[in-house]
């Protein structure tokens, strides 16, 4: 039998790598609290190769954080002891068959954050599309607990919450004094590690509600980049009216990041005009033209169009979307 490989990656050791590797003179030897000789990094050293300020904990500067975030950066970073195993009673084949291997799909159970780092090994860079609908953070949802300390039927023991999926759960009231941080806690690192998983055009897809739409773009402004936001979505979440509330709400919202999006992009004019986009990067395409709506009766090199009312400034004949 195979030996399973029981340790996920380090991730802090392997960017400790990539910065050596690109900048070895950096690289130097301290003294820590405890006597012990160990590695650091020359701060100095590290402006003067990049040419740019690097500044410290004392100077202000325009930073998004909460309390224990270093906490949560460290959690991301952290291997864990674990491995994936195959359940064979659980798993279909290509054609149904219980208890069958075939199939191309992978269905994964276990603690979300464990999962996500034993997936770092095997889909770094690979997933084309990700999409979470994580605990809205409403003041009475449960949100992911992180204690490793203890173990699965330790923790159920002690607060006998777990989702359907048997994720330990801890509720976050408002009355909690680290309302935001809990969540905050809660969502970072798993964003962090989700965006590793990305492929240079892969793009991740987030619901989240009024609550914490403000702090969730704001970490993944942090995390993927404030120029890889492709949209903040809102969509209609009810139809009925709420009673329990001064103004109701029908709508939440879907954020909307890509790991490397390409801006700018530039048209070619073929019979039709098609976006042109690299392989290596995210761009969102326009849907096919339905025949039920669009069609071409005087057979314009453009292609399909319809007549539509159109209401703009400064009217101009090529705003005009059908021949007169």
Not at 48 to 70: C, L, M
Not at 123 to 131: A, F, P, T
Not at 165 to 188: C, I
Not at 279 to 289: A, Q, T
Request: net charge negative; aromatic share 8%; hydrophobic share 30%.
């Amino acid at each position: 039998m195979e030996k399973l490989k029981m340790h996920t990656p380090d991730i802090a050791e392997e960017n400790y790598k990539k910065l050596v590797e690109l900048f070895p003179n950096v690289v130097t030897e301290t003294i820590d609290d405890d006597g012990n000789v160990v590695r650091a990094i020359d701060k100095d050293a590290l402006m003067q190769t990049i040419n740019a300020q690097v500044i410290g904990s004392e100077k202000e500067r325009y930073q998004f954080t909460w309390p224990d975030k270093k906490k949560s950066i460290i959690l991301a970073n952290k291997p864990i002891e674990k491995t994936l195993r195959l359940n064979k009673e659980k798993s279909v084949g290509r054609d149904g068959t219980p208890g069958g291997t075939d199939s191309e799909n992978i269905y994964i159970e276990g603690d979300n954050l464990d999962a996500l780092k034993l997936l770092q090994e095997t889909y770094l860079g690979k997933v084309k599309m990700i999409y979470i609908d994580p605990p809205y953070n409403t003041g009475n949802d449960f949100i992911y607990e992180d204690d490793f300390s203890q173990t699965v039927d330790e923790y159920v023991d002690n607060s006998g919450q777990t989702d359907e999926d048997g994720n330990r759960l801890v509720q976050n009231n408002e009355s909690n004094g680290r309302f935001h941080t809990d969540w905050l806690n809660m969502m970072y690192p798993r964003l962090k590690l989700a965006k590793d998983l990305l492929s240079d055009d892969g793009v991740i897809f987030i619901s989240i509600d009024d609550n914490e739409v403000e702090n969730l773009r704001k970490m993944c402004d942090e995390l993927y980049g404030i120029n890889n936001l492709v949209a903040e979505i809102p969509w209609q979440s009810r139809a009925s009216v709420q009673n329990d509330t001064d103004l109701s709400i029908n709508h939440e919202y879907i954020c909307v990041y890509a790991k490397k999006r390409r801006l700018n992009n530039r048209r070619l004019k073929e019979s039709n005009y098609k976006i042109w986009h690299r392989r290596d990067s995210f761009v969102c395409k326009p849907l096919p033209l339905s025949k039920e709506n669009f069609s071409n009766p005087d057979n314009d090199t453009r292609g399909p169009w319809k007549v539509d009312p159109f209401d703009a400034p400064r009217i101009r004949p090529n705003l005009c979307n059908y021949k007169s």
